[in-house]
C-alpha cells in the first residue's frame, strides 16, 4: 500500500500571498512586497488590518487564487510513489467550500474527489505526512509534519521546512528512497 | 482528553430515506412504504431508478432534509462525554458542501465549524469510534466502526448495529462506563 501526504491548499497549492497582494494593489493602489509577511499574521501585514478579513469572506477570492509555483507538476509526480490527500480547513469560510472544490478540479483535475477533505481541525486526519504552511496543524498532526514556507512561519522553526515544490520533491524522494531500501 | 466520535450525516443525523420518499410521493404521485429499500441500494428501491440520482443533484435537496428522530439531542448529550465530530463524505456531490454547511449549522448550531470534516474517502479519519450506515466507511475506518441501520445495509451483519439515537445513546454510555470503571 502507498504512503499518504495530506497537502494543505491556502499556502501550499494555492500562493495565497501574492493574491492578497495583487487585491492590495487594485483596491488600494499601493504596490507591496512579499517582505510584508515575514514573521507577522497575514491581517497584520498590510496597512489597512481589515483587508485580509474583507478579501477571505469575498465571493471568488478561493476560485481566483494562482497556482504555487511548481505544485501541479510536483503533486503529479508525488502521486507516482504516494496516495494524495488534499486537506484544507474550508470549514472556517463556507463560501469557500464550493470554490475550493471547483479551483481543485480546474488546476489538479487528477485528484479525484475521493481524496479530498475540507474540515476545521485538522488532528483527527490521519496521513503518514502533511505539508502545511501552519504550526496549528503540523503540531498536532498524526505523520510527519513538513512546513511549506511562508511569511508567517519565517520564526518556527521546530519543523523540518520547505521552501519551494522542488524542495518538496527532494524531501519525498528521499523518504521513498528511505522505505524502499 | 475526551474520546472522539466521527458521526456520518446522510442515513445517521438526516432521515434521508423519508426524504426520498416525500420527493417520490409529490413528484410521481406514489406513496412508497420504507420497506421499500430494505437490503437494496437506495437507486435500485424506487421504480423511477433514476430519482435518487437526479435529487441528489438538484439543488436544494440536503439543504431541507428533515432530521434523524432523537438525533439533535442525543448528539448534544454525547458531547458532555465525547469529542464529537460530523463526518460526511459530501465531495461527491460538491453542490451539497455549503448546504450541508448551513443544515448543519441550524440543526446543529452547538458543533463548531473545527469539528465538521467534509470528505470522499473516510480511510484517514481517525476518530475512536465511527458511525454510519455504510460499510464503505465502516469497513475501513481507524476506530471501533459501528452501524446506524438503514435499508440498504439490513443485510450486512458484521459490525455492532443500532437502531436509533436511543440505542446510540445506551451503547456509548456502556463504553464510557468501561473507559472509566
Known sequence: MKRTIGIDMDGVLADIETHWLNLYEKDYGVKLSPEIFKGVTESDAFPDKTAVHKYVFTPGFFRTLPVMEGAVEAVKKLAEDYEIYI????MEFPLSLFEKREWLAEHFPFISWKNII???????IDTDYLIDDHCKN????????????AGHNANQNHHVRVNSWTEVLALMEKEQELCTS
Chains 1, 2 share one sequence.
Open 118 to 124: 475540507f474540515c476545521g481541525d485538522k488532528s483527527i
Open 87 to 90: 486537506v484544507s480547513a474550508a
Open 138 to 149: 503540523l503540531d498536532y498532526c498524526k505523520g510527519m509534519p513538513i512546513m511549506f514556507s
